[in-house]
């Protein structure tokens, strides 16, 4: 009876430990939506082009601030060595003076650039907001995408470099059986001992080769300690026309749509430069106020005015000429960098939907020869086990099963990558893989 509650009481020590033990020793296990969000949240390089969009928008209030008038509040006291009277008595130089008041001041062109530069802050936004879009469905696709399933390939490659290996060893201890009744020879084991070598080397190379692709995923994603993956079934379904998607890809490409935003920039930088022909107007309005000791008999202590100026610069050397002339070449710059770009898109969403259709006919070819070589490997050991075959025919088909079984893995992450490749040619990577920030 003693026993019985001592292992009771052990039992619940046991449990308790491990209620108690801290969740983080558990592997966590994310899927490719949840690294694409943690990236997203903790990437050092989407975190320096974030930056470039918050001083998108503090340039947005720089200029917003220009068309606000500037007040300045003055003051001053000064303490002479001595007090200096004129024959008649009147103050020359004090003891001390002090002056104080406050200026407001307002300067704006008759053309209106100011409303123009702020119209170019705020289109500098969207354009930062849509870079911004750009470098993060690049992120995703080349360093965290590319990553996930690169770790999921070589995972696999190690589950068929345990298969062969199993396999392998089955086949040196049915050889070393048939070898002690000699239905054998020597050399059928030693065959059978050298593949098992080369086996057990493809599977140290697997294992190593998965530790590093972890290795890689965790570093581009950020996260760390020990992580499993999700593998999520791919959807399957008919790929739509090439038409489709090129469409698709003109209407939403983050890149596109910045380029079109920079050509707006540029012709309203032909409208700020040829502001600067027009005059500038500055208004004033001041106070201010004096006092001394003692004070002389026309001290103005207290004064309020205002003053309104006109500024035309009406030669400065061309500079405004040249200004103008540039603002027009760099739209015509934007211009081309748009209609060079588009037809880049183009061939990026033709070639990718080329791979994209590759990748899924050659998928269907491979698994079907992975269907053709798992039989022959079935009825080739059979062959063997009655001695219908010999140790030639079993390495040979069981070969072909590894090399078949390693092209479905290739061929079905290849298409599951080209899938993604697809939605970031047409821009719609990161609406569909990771929610947007």
């Given amino acids: 009876m003693k026993k019985i509650i001592i292992a009771i009481i052990i039992g619940g020590f046991v449990l308790l430990s491990f209620a108690a033990a801290p969740t983080s020793l558990a592997a966590a296990e994310y899927s490719l939506e949840d690294f694409s969000r943690i990236a997203l949240a903790r990437s050092e390089k989407l975190r320096v082009a974030e930056e470039n969009l918050m001083i998108a ?21 000064t303490q002479y060595s001595e007090t200096k009277m004129s024959s008649t008595g009147s103050v020359i130089q004090p003891e001390n003076a002090a002056a104080w008041g406050i200026r407001a001041d307002e300067t704006f ?119 499993s993956l999700r593998e999520d079934p791919p959807v399957e379904g008919e790929v739509p026309d090439l038409g489709v998607f090129r469409e698709q890809a003109f209407a939403v490409r983050a890149d596109l749509k910045s380029l079109e935003v920079q050509k707006k920039i540029a012709a309203d930088q032909i409208k700020y430069a040829e502001g600067a022909f027009w005059p500038t107007v500055s208004i004033s309005g001041v106070y201010s106020a004096s006092d001394q000791y003692p004070a002389s008999a026309n001290l103005n202590r207290e004064s309020v005015y205002g003053g309104v100026a006109l500024s035309f610069p009406f030669f400065e050397g061309g500079l405004r000429k040249a200004e103008v002339a540039e603002a027009k070449a760099r739209e015509r710059q934007a211009a081309l960098y748009y ?99």
């Fill in 57 to 77: 928008e503090i340039g947005k209030d720089k200029a917003f601030s220009y068309l606000l008038p500037r007040l300045t509040a003055i003051g001053g006291v």
């Fill in 109 to 227: 062109s008759l053309s209106g650039r100011e409303l123009t530069a702020l119209g170019i802050s705020k289109q500098l936004v969207d354009k930062s907001r849509f870079d911004l879009t750009a470098i993060r469905e690049d992120y995703l696709l080349r360093y965290v995408a590319a990553a996930y399933y690169n770790v999921l390939m070589v995972r696999k490659n190690l589950e068929i470099a345990d298969a062969n290996l199993e396999r392998l060893m089955k086949y040196r201890d049915a050889a070393e059986k048939r070898l002690r009744i000699g239905e054998v020879t020597k050399t059928a084991l030693l065959r059978a001992e050298g593949e098992l070598s080369g086996a057990k080397s493809d599977r140290l190379q697997a294992q190593n080769g998965l530790e590093l692709a972890m290795a890689v995923l965790a570093g581009n994603v950020g996260i760390e300690g020990a992580f």
């Fill in 339 to 437: 209609e060079d770009l588009k037809k880049g898109i183009e061939i990026e969403v033709t070639t990718v939907y080329l791979e994209l259709v590759t990748q899924k006919g050659i998928l269907r070819f491979f698994n079907d020869q992975l269907l053709f070589a798992r039989e022959n490997y079935r009825a080739v050991t059979r062959q063997f086990e009655f001695g219908l075959s010999n140790s030639l025919d079993v390495m040979d088909a069981n070969t072909l099963l590894v090399s078949a079984e390693r092209k479905v893995a290739s061929a079905e992450y290849g298409y599951r990558l080209a899938l993604l490749r697809i939605k970031k040619a047409t821009g719609v990577l990161l609406a569909t893989v990771a929610a947007t920030k």
